[in-house]
């Protein structure tokens, strides 16, 4: 998941961190809590965006919007995940009116 993370704030990469040390923290906080993230901790910002562009996609593909396929024509997002955060949802061919 931390390549997708990256994937997601690739444009910020330049003003964020992506160190070992920024995912050891994202991994510590998502598991056990506590502290937040640091500002400029790159793969926090990362999940923020993924998770974001995830819930925009099924809104525009419940919508027509969005087809499922051009998701999976983009090389950056690999099958394997777009077939679990997509599990369930139509083609995106039918608008509602």
């Not at 090389?75 to 955060?85: A, Q």
């Amino acid at each position: 998941m931390a390549e997708l993370y990256k994937t997601f704030a690739n444009d910020w990469q330049d003003c964020l961190d992506f160190s070992d040390e920024m995912l050891v923290e994202l991994y510590n906080y998502e598991s056990y809590g506590g502290s937040r993230c640091h500002p400029k901790n790159g793969f926090a910002h990362g999940k923020k965006w993924l998770n974001l562009s995830v819930s925009m996609w099924k809104e525009d593909i419940e919508a027509g919007n969005l087809f499922k396929y051009e998701l999976y024509e983009d090389v950056r997002f690999p099958h394997w995940w777009l077939d679990g955060v997509l599990v369930g949802m139509a083609s995106g061919s039918a608008m509602r009116l």
